[in-house]
């Protein structure tokens, strides 16, 4: 069964450095997204994408935050400047119609 | 305002035991209900959408309307049903995915 791929799993950056976190959506699907879970936080929305273009994003993504499908295959969530507050669990999903599917997370540690 | 409340953090019963964990929703407009099971070390899954109506792993989950809310009920729990379950909803103008805080549900033998 095709799934929802992300690296890394875990990536640790110092303050102020940028991050790239890559993810590999299912194939066919065409809506893609990226959510964020602070520890003991609820999962919450960051941004999502379709068409070559963002479709929606939430007052987290600032800025400092971008994405990207560069190659047809990856989508990328870039932060240009890390917080510290910017540690979290990073989830990419993507969808056809209907329920998301999840990737295992990319955990972001900023020191 | 949009909110998905679990108010239950953990939730403990006996293998055998029914289980119901609660969601409830706070919405202006026709919402889509799910609900997400995380078991331990693994990725978020889908487990139910409201508009399928369908039962997996004995889970169910009705849309109550009237009371906001889209509890899951499964009528004998399993020790492998232990794990996180998150409620979410979209809605029709946006499919972005608002989630609860989750309920941790431990099943003992």
């Known amino acids: 069964e095709p799934e929802v791929t992300q690296t890394p799993s875990h990536q640790v950056t110092q303050m102020g450095q940028e991050v790239i976190l890559r993810c590999v959506p299912i194939s066919n699907h065409l809506y893609f997204y990226w959510y964020r879970q602070i520890l003991g936080q609820k999962v919450e929305f960051l941004v999502s994408?379709?068409?070559?273009?963002?479709?929606?994003k939430s007052e987290i993504f600032d800025d400092q935050f971008s994405v990207e499908r560069p190659d047809g295959s990856n989508f990328t969530l870039k932060i240009r400047s890390t917080k510290l507050e910017d540690s979290a669990m990073y989830f990419c999903?993507?969808?056809?119609?209907?329920?998301?599917?999840f990737g295992p997370g990319t955990r972001l540690t900023v020191l | 305002a949009q909110r998905v409340t679990q108010p239950e953090k953990l939730l403990s019963v006996f293998k055998g035991a029914p289980v119901e964990l609660k969601c409830n929703y706070s919405y202006s407009g026709s919402p889509e209900l799910f609900w997400y099971v995380q078991y331990s070390r693994q990725r978020l899954q889908l487990l139910l959408r409201?508009?399928s109506r369908e039962s997996i792993k004995g889970f169910t989950a009705d849309l109550n309307k009237g009371e906001t809310s889209f509890h899951l009920k499964k009528p004998f729990a399993q020790e492998e049903d232990s794990a996180m379950y998150y409620c979410a909803l979209s809605g029709r103008a946006t499919d972005k995915l608002i989630f609860g805080t989750g309920t941790r549900l431990q099943v003992f033998p």
């Open positions: 409201h508009i």
């Open positions: 999903a993507s969808s056809f119609q209907g329920g998301q599917f």
């Open positions: 994408f379709y068409n070559n273009e963002i479709s929606e």
